[in-house]
């Protein structure tokens, strides 16, 4: 072979190997991270609101990494719903037929029945390892030495068989997640305060808390800290970062162990939930007070992540991705607005249990290095339940039709594949506290129920932010949010058309058992 044949030889051969490489790299699945915040209003980052009083320099760099959703929505305007819409993709109407509160002390069960597919299961399908770590609060079934189930109610704490309850028959570990490490409910707010790891309660509910045992920054924000039964050693302050930890261990011990093996985690905090208890690292960080220092540390423990991912060569194959489950707590509302002149809200209507935007409209940022261009800002509707088919999208799972739905696949826009001007959605809904619903179809929105479905404005401090209603006789409200978007105008007799359209659709999405569309395929590029 004489040296030009040599040199065609060498080159051929070396693109051949480059499309092998090509061609492995493009089957390998990515890593997979949800950072599910709590009470994480619309306002309170610095990337959606360039007026707040402190900055979110991690989150703002993860945004700019990638692409911000302006137009995101929790499921619910509480958090256990809401938690069952991100693992199931489904409204917490597709398992209770209604509504569905918050749990409190050993109450369940679980709002994700047997038989529910959940995002864990579907990726374990797929080869995954899965975890979760810090708030579970979608509900557990405990025991009572005679076998029986337990309520709420935090004196029935002590009744727990923990022999008979555990390993926990519908906790993490029974519903697709290999590893767990979680609280049952608030970490720092309601009772059962308890670890429990792997299904098994390490270390069972014995000593009685006392709220006057933590700090109290600026002498109000220890507010809704219950006093109920704790596990001895239980540490309130460090909650987030304990989970954390937990969180790292679990990622970098399957990196090392099984490197040629995905791995999705879900690192679900306390923060930005009362009470507001920054570690002690973070007191005073801000000159926004305890909230502020609060969000820093959230922020920072994003950062932490994807730092992780970097010193692990995995960042460049990992999707991160941010959300919280609603609005912004009322007295943080409040108190911020009142305070810091900042508003956790980020100028829309309502805050954490109400109807109204400031009650569902919450953050979501999305990074994938190298897959989702840099950048980008969209105002394409979502929820937290379209995660689900975005990640199936994702790894190439063709979702069935009884699994997750009310998921959309959002992959299209992540990848800046899908124009602006044409919606993924057709329609959104969402539920507010006491289970009823909202609807959006571009940007009309009809909520089924007076007033905001959630929080009283008749006294007190909400009286502060109370709105006359321009349609008194109304059963509902139907806004236009292009020409109102601080939902002050109701226009439920005025546009009678357009509000039966959106009452009909809403009745036929319910009775249908899906909002999503059927024949769902993953998106290729």
Same mark, same amino acid.
């Given at each position: 072979?004489?040296?030009?044949?040599?040199?065609?030889?060498? $080159?051929?051969?070396?693109?051949?190997?480059?499309?092998?490489?090509?061609?492995?790299?493009?089957?390998?699945?990515?890593?997979?991270?949800?950072?599910?915040?709590?009470?994480?209003?619309?306002?309170?980052?610095?990337?959606?609101?360039?007026?707040?009083?402190?900055?979110?320099?991690?989150?703002?760099?993860?945004?700019?990494?990638?692409?911000?959703?302006?137009? $995101? @929505?929790?499921?619910?305007?509480?958090?256990?719903?809401?938690?069952?819409?991100?693992?199931?993709?489904?409204?917490?109407?597709?398992?209770?037929?209604?509504?569905?509160? *918050?749990?409190?002390?050993?109450?369940?069960?679980?709002?994700?029945?047997?038989?529910?597919?959940?995002?864990?299961?579907?990726?374990?399908?797929?080869?995954?390892?899965?975890?979760?770590?810090?708030?579970? @609060?979608?509900?557990?079934?405990?025991?009572?030495?005679?076998?029986?189930?337990? *309520?709420?109610?935090?004196?029935?704490?002590?009744?727990?068989?923990?022999?008979?309850?555990?390993?926990?028959?519908?906790?993490?570990? $029974?519903?697709?997640?290999?590893?767990?490490?979680?609280?049952?409910?608030?970490?720092?707010?309601?009772?059962?305060?308890?670890?429990?790891?792997?299904?098994?309660?390490?270390?069972?509910?014995?000593?009685?808390?006392?709220?006057?045992?933590?700090?109290?920054?600026?002498?109000?924000?220890?507010?809704?800290?219950?006093?109920?039964?704790?596990?001895?050693?239980?540490?309130?302050?460090?909650?987030?970062?304990?989970?954390?930890?937990?969180?790292?261990?679990?990622?970098?011990?399957?990196?090392?162990?099984?490197?040629?093996?995905?791995?999705?985690?879900?690192?679900?905090?306390?923060?930005?939930? $009362?009470?507001?208890?920054?570690?002690?690292?973070?007191?005073?960080?801000? /000159?926004?007070?305890?909230?502020?220092?609060?969000?820093?540390?959230?922020?920072?423990?994003?950062?932490?992540?994807?730092?992780?991912?970097?010193?692990?060569?995995?960042?460049?194959?990992?999707?991160?991705?941010?959300?919280?489950?609603?609005? *912004?707590?009322?007295?943080?509302?409040?108190?911020?607005?009142?305070?810091?002149?900042?508003?956790?809200?980020?100028?829309?209507?309502?805050?954490?249990?109400?109807?109204?935007?400031?009650?569902?409209?919450?953050?979501?940022?999305?990074?994938?290095?190298?897959?989702?261009?840099?950048?980008?800002?969209?105002?394409?509707?979502?929820?937290?339940?379209?995660?689900?088919?975005?990640?199936?999208?994702?790894?190439?799972?063709?979702?069935?039709?009884?699994?997750?739905?009310?998921?959309? /696949?959002?992959?299209?826009?992540?990848?800046?594949?899908?124009?602006?001007?044409?919606?993924?959605?057709? @329609?959104?809904?969402?539920?507010?506290?006491?289970?009823?619903?909202?609807?959006?179809?571009?940007?009309?929105?009809?909520?089924?129920?007076?007033?905001?479905?959630?929080?009283?404005?008749?006294?007190?401090?909400?009286?502060?932010?109370?709105?006359?209603?321009?349609?008194?006789?109304?059963?509902?409200?139907?806004?236009?949010?292009?020409? /109102?978007?601080?939902?002050?105008?109701?226009?439920?007799?005025?546009?009678?058309?357009?509000?039966?359209?959106?009452?009909?659709?809403?009745?036929?999405?319910? *009775?249908?058992?899906?909002?999503?569309?059927?024949?769902?395929?993953?998106?290729?590029?």
């Amino acid at each position: 072979m004489n040296k030009t044949s040599l040199l065609v030889w060498s $080159a051929g051969w070396l693109i051949a190997l480059a499309s092998v490489h090509a061609a492995r790299a493009a089957d390998v699945l990515p890593n997979v991270v949800v950072i599910y915040a709590d009470d994480l209003g619309f306002g309170d980052l610095s990337c959606y609101n360039d007026e707040a009083p402190y900055k979110t320099p991690r989150l703002d760099q993860m945004a700019a990494e990638g692409i911000r959703f302006t137009d $995101a @929505h929790s499921p619910s305007t509480i958090c256990s719903p809401s938690r069952y819409g991100l693992f199931s993709g489904q409204q917490i109407y597709r398992s209770t037929g209604r509504g569905g509160g *918050a749990f409190e002390g050993p109450s369940g069960p679980s709002y994700l029945k047997p038989g529910t597919q959940t995002i864990a299961d579907m990726l374990k399908q797929k080869g995954y390892r899965t975890g979760v770590f810090g708030k579970w @609060h979608v509900g557990l079934s405990w025991f009572d030495k005679d076998g029986q189930r337990l *309520a709420g109610g935090f004196e029935n704490s002590l009744l727990i068989d923990y022999e008979k309850s555990t390993p926990l028959i519908d906790g993490p570990n $029974a519903r697709g997640f290999d590893e767990s490490f979680i609280t049952p409910n608030c970490p720092n707010t309601d009772p059962l305060y308890i670890y429990i790891e792997n299904g098994m309660v390490p270390t069972p509910a014995s000593e009685r808390h006392k709220r006057d045992t933590l700090p109290n920054p600026g002498g109000k924000w220890r507010w809704d800290n219950d006093e109920g039964w704790k596990s001895p050693g239980y540490d309130f302050i460090n909650a987030d970062l304990l989970f954390y930890e937990k969180t790292k261990a679990f990622i970098t011990d399957h990196v090392r162990q099984t490197p040629d093996k995905p791995f999705f985690a879900v690192l679900s905090t306390q923060i930005a939930h $009362a009470p507001v208890l920054p570690a002690d690292e973070f007191n005073g960080v801000t /000159d926004a007070g305890a909230r502020a220092d609060f969000v820093w540390q959230l922020d920072a423990i994003v950062g932490r992540v994807i730092d992780l991912l970097k010193e692990l060569e995995i960042d460049d194959n990992t999707l991160v991705m941010f959300n919280s489950d609603n609005g *912004a707590e009322t007295l943080h509302v409040h108190w911020m607005r009142q305070d810091h002149q900042h508003d956790p809200s980020g100028g829309w209507r309502g805050m954490k249990r109400d109807g109204w935007e400031g009650g569902h409209r919450v953050p979501f940022i999305a990074r994938w290095p190298g897959h989702i261009p840099p950048g980008q800002v969209t105002a394409q509707m979502t929820n937290t339940t379209d995660i689900f088919a975005t990640v199936a999208s994702v790894v190439g799972v063709a979702l069935p039709d009884d699994v997750a739905t009310d998921s959309f /696949d959002m992959l299209p826009v992540m990848l800046g594949q899908q124009p602006e001007t044409d919606s993924i959605r057709p @329609h959104l809904l969402t539920q507010s506290f006491r289970g009823e619903f909202q609807i959006r179809q571009g940007h009309w929105k009809y909520l089924d129920h007076k007033g905001s479905g959630g929080n009283g404005y008749e006294q007190g401090n909400m009286a502060l932010y109370a709105l006359p209603e321009l349609a008194p006789d109304a059963p509902g409200q139907l806004y236009n949010l292009k020409t /109102d978007p601080g939902e002050t105008t109701n226009l439920y007799f005025k546009e009678e058309a357009k509000r039966k359209e959106l009452q009909a659709l809403l009745t036929r999405l319910k *009775a249908s058992g899906r909002s999503a569309p059927t024949g769902r395929t993953p998106f290729r590029k």
